[in-house]
């Protein structure tokens, strides 16, 4: 049986190595072949794990959350497989293990790391049997593709039902996440514990505001982020369990970081995080979590957190055109708030490029910007440039946000809206990119040198 499963793995690689030289390029285009000639690779390579492996999956931050589980991981010794474009379909799981597939049963590493689409996590998990599963968050997220949020949910739950020889990882600040855990005595929680960074009152998009248990309302005493924060049930008693892993005294320093005391079973640990937002110390301890689980030191795991590199255009900052350019990925209300709280803590006035696209991979409906909350920022817009496919939408949102009119250009072309983006002002610029409108800008800063031809 191996050597057939090394016979298609060759052919899968040729596949792949086709492809390049035709100019195809598709990093998950061999790992689709591979499951072509055997739906049950994922799980047959993953068995050479000698470690086993850990998935993770969220609506957002799974690759920022993979890159911190994965710094922390590798100084506690693992050798891991881990998928860090990005490439996060069973097609892409596929082919990150493809690519470490030796000959006569071999593979280059020890550890699998696997962030996975929350569409896709069912199967995956159900093929690799992991380890440890981390659950970080769950909101609305391209309608046209997953429908409502219940959706995604009831398969969460079915793969918590069945995956029984897996620690599950869960944010105990989400409640859709949380009550997955209800039947599973060995779950690991994790959340924040400071109602000092608590918002006044839960925001109007907010997702999971009612018992998954009775249908009743819940009653949330602090509101952290988008629906995540401190709850319960009045009507049936249900509540958010207590995290073994916490943070602390959080100190949200704008655009450059964020610092918090990290509570653990082993203990505590002061974090200086390079990354900015509530939403990255979230990240941060479901990564810290979900490595205490597989066996990190809190050493480790301070050390992973506080080492981390941004993910390209998730709060990356690349020097073009005289000027700093801040990159933060916007994809769905929950994340595109806190992006905007993030800059809110930011001082004077603010030069934004936002790039609107409505591919496949960001949605058909992008009716989500106007549940975002850009009035959070619209009083300190100096200047907003907006390209992108639907541009337009874009300036208009912007518009009724309280931006004035004379401070808003349209240009659809990415890199022309950038030039002008860059011309028109000084000091920070602020790109606001969903998904493919990030891939465009990048393609764009590759050209000009700006940024490297490869990116988690």
Known sequence: MTAALDAKVVAARAAGALSRATGRGGTSLPGKVLLRLEPHAIGRLGARLGRGSAVISATNGKTTTAAMAAGILERAGARLVHNRAGANM??????????????????????????????????????????????????????????????????????????????????????????LGRHRDDALYFGVEDDGVALAEMQHAADAKHCRRCGAPYRYDAVYLGHLGHYHCDACGATRPAPAVAAERVVLDGVR??????????????????????????????????????????????????????????????????????????????????????????EGEHDVFAVLNDNVADGRDVSWVWDADFELL?????????????????????????????????????????????????????????YTAMLALRDVLVARGVAGSSFA
């Open 90 to 179: 069973a097609g892409g799981i596929a082919a990150t293990l493809l690519g470490a597939a030796g000959r006569r049963g071999t593979i280059a590493g020890d550890t699998g790391l696997f962030e996975v689409d929350e569409f896709w996590l069912g199967q995956v998990v159900a093929d690799l049997r992991p380890r440890a599963l981390l659950l970080a968050n769950l909101s609305r997220d391209q309608l046209d593709r997953y429908g409502e949020l219940d959706t995604i949910a009831e398969r969460w739950a079915e793969v918590a039902e069945s995956a029984l020889d897996t620690r599950l990882v869960l944010n105990a600040d989400d409640p859709t996440v949380a009550d």
């Open 378 to 434: 619209a009083g300190r817009v100096r200047r907003a440039t907006c390209s992108g496919t639907r541009a337009a939408e874009m300036a208009l949102r912007l518009k009724y946000a309280g931006v004035p009119a004379q401070r808003l250009v349209v240009e659809p072309s990415v890199g022309e809206g950038l030039d002008h983006a860059l011309d028109a002002g000084q000091g920070p610029l602020f790109a606001l990119p969903t």
């Open 257 to 346: 970081g964020a610092r918090f005391t990290l509570r653990t079973p082993a203990g505590t640990a002061e974090i200086a995080l390079p990354l900015p937002g509530l939403y990255n110390v979230y990240n941060a301890l479901g990564a810290a979590a979900l490595a205490l689980a597989l066996g990190a030191g809190l050493d480790e795991v301070q050390a992973g957190l506080q080492a981390v590199s941004p993910a390209f255009g998730r709060a990356e900052t690349l020097h073009i055109g005289g000027r700093d350019l801040s990159i933060m990925l916007i994809k769905n209300p929950a994340g595109a708030n806190e992006v905007l709280r993030t800059l809110a803590l930011e």
